[in-house]
């Protein structure tokens, strides 16, 4: 089996775990993910990712002309707006997973650091989450939103919408994706109850220890 067949296989069996675990939820949600030659595989618009067809994804070529597949997801310009801006990413996953969403909505939900600091891996595998406004999905708006942050940042929130992540490859996106709405619903959890949050120093330590981009 070739990388390209081994890639689409992987993201359909991604994309049918986190359908299965109601991360995302009838035809919600999206995965890109860089070929070896510089295209990219992308889950088809209305699709669900519990019926995914590997043969079927959406391909583009080196020059982002669509070259295969059935047309691609409306959301092209956030998946384009994260390649064009951070080189490192080699996949992009886009989900409608309830607990991040809600913490979204809350009246002090902080913009600029959207995961309160409850436990370390979240730190680890996502840095420092940024809480972009709502905007109507499919929004070119949105693209232009995640270039203003001049690829400083590998995961934001689109506030009433859902998270995106930027990994190095598809598995490294699909578990800092679960990370996030693991870490927001925690949050949820705890809401109102005075949780004790890691500390300012402990933060620091695992940014050091691990290298987490977090300054930007």
Known sequence: MSASSDLRESICMFARSLHERGLTHGSTGNISARTPDGGLLVTPTGSSFMTLDPA??????AAMNLVGG????????LHRAFYDTRSTAGAIVHLHSCHSVALSMMPDANEDDFLPHLTPYPIMKLGRVKLLPYFMPGDAAIGEAIRGLAGKRSAVMLANHGPVVAGKDLEAAVYAIEELEASAQLAMMTRGLGPKALSGDQVRQLVETFDVEWDA
């Open 70 to 77: 059935d047309r691609p997801t409306k959301e092209m310009p």
């Open 56 to 61: 079927r994804l959406s391909q583009f070529d």
